[in-house]
């Protein structure tokens, strides 16, 4: 009787939905790492440069699905996938959406996923296409859905990039994505504002970013002391300023930037918040109580 041999060392197939700057990206690292690929892309000349690397470009997202089980999906936004795959055979499929969304576009896209046949993991992407295949560049993908599915594929899916589980609600991956990426610009807005004010200056601004930069460095590990507190309900443990203080020096800040001939419209907002917390009576606190005031 004629036994199947098994190679451990093969490499699992891949099935790449999306050929954008990412999707090529991703590509291209899982070819250079061995592993069979199969691609689609709306626009088919985004794969030829693929195709001379190894990989196999389908004429349809259909018949992309069907050549293996991985399906990864990166494309523009929530509504393209239901454009690629409408009328698609998902069945026995493990799905990996790799296309930004919002939480709710998550889960609706799990529920949708399984009403197909298909297994399904949600991912957050927390790189740009230079950091894929670059492990010391420090990107990775946030994932969440089925854990089982996850483990399964984490040899393949963390060779192009590192993973992060974040937990079975299909929506976590792109919560933590967006909230990470909500800080991200919401650190750009205060660099702005900074350059902003040496704008008109005799100040070279290549001379203000280290000092810009380690001094950011500086107050990142803050997150640390808000989370603590948010998770305690104290507000007012180890406090070095309090909201008291640092309201009271918010003129000087908008003073300066009215001397400067800048627009304050990136700082009044959060200002506007500290003293609606200040208001409440709440002065002794650290700023964390501004979260509070954010949620409807």
């Keep these: 009787?004629?036994?199947?041999?098994?190679?451990?060392?093969?490499?699992?197939?891949?099935?790449?939905?999306?050929?954008?700057?990412?999707?090529?990206?991703?590509?291209?690292?899982?070819?250079?790492?061995?592993?069979?690929?199969?691609?689609?892309?709306?626009?088919?000349s985004r794969?030829?440069?693929?195709?001379?690397?190894?990989?196999?470009?389908?004429?349809?997202?259909?018949?992309?699905?069907a050549a293996n089980t991985l399906v990864v999906v990166c494309l523009l936004d929530d509504a393209s996938i239901d454009q690629a795959l409408a009328?698609?055979?998902?069945?026995?499929?493990?799905?990996?959406?790799?296309?930004?969304?919002?939480?709710?576009?998550?889960?609706?896209?799990?529920?949708?996923?399984h009403e197909r046949g298909a297994r399904y993991l949600d991912g957050g992407i927390m790189a740009v296409p230079p950091m894929i295949g670059v492990p010391q560049a420090g990107g990775y993908v946030f994932y969440s859905g089925s854990r089982e599915l996850f483990d399964r594929h984490r040899p393949t899916l963390a060779v192009p990039v590192d993973t992060r589980w974040v937990g079975e609600d299909p929506g976590h991956a792109a919560l933590h994505d967006v909230a990470l990426?909500?800080?991200?610009?919401?650190?750009?807005?205060?660099?702005?504002?900074?350059?902003a004010l040496i704008r008109k200056e005799d100040i070279d601004p290549t001379a203000l970013a280290p000092l810009l930069a380690d001094w950011l460095t500086?107050?990142?590990?803050?997150?640390?002391?808000?989370?603590?507190?948010?998770?305690?309900?104290?507000?007012?443990?180890?406090?070095?300023?309090?909201?008291?203080?640092?309201?009271?020096?918010?003129?000087?800040?908008?003073?300066?930037?009215?001397?400067?001939?800048?627009?304050?419209?990136?700082?009044t907002p959060y200002f506007d918040l500290m003293r609606r917390r200040l208001a409440e009576g709440n002065g002794n606190e650290d700023l964390t109580g501004v979260v509070d005031l954010l949620l409807r």
Aim: charged share 10%.
């Design 181 to 195: 990426l909500s800080a991200m610009y919401g650190m750009f807005a205060g660099a702005a504002h900074a350059f």
């Design 47 to 65: 794969a030829t440069a693929l195709a001379a690397d190894g990989a196999s470009v389908a004429a349809t997202a259909a018949e992309a699905v």
């Design 87 to 113: 009328g698609t055979d998902l069945t026995g499929r493990d799905l990996v959406n790799l296309t930004t969304s919002t939480p709710e576009q998550a889960r609706a896209r799990a529920a949708w996923a």
């Design 218 to 267: 500086a107050m990142a590990p803050a997150v640390h002391q808000t989370a603590d507190q948010l998770r305690t309900g104290d507000y007012t443990t180890n406090v070095v300023s309090n909201l008291a203080m640092q309201v009271a020096g918010t003129p000087t800040f908008l003073a300066t930037a009215e001397q400067q001939g800048v627009s304050p419209e990136l700082l």
């Design 1 to 44: 009787m004629a036994h199947t041999t098994v190679d451990p060392t093969a490499k699992t197939p891949v099935t790449l939905l999306g050929l954008g700057a990412m999707g090529t990206a991703l590509a291209r690292t899982w070819l250079a790492a061995g592993h069979p690929v199969t691609v689609w892309n709306r626009t088919p």
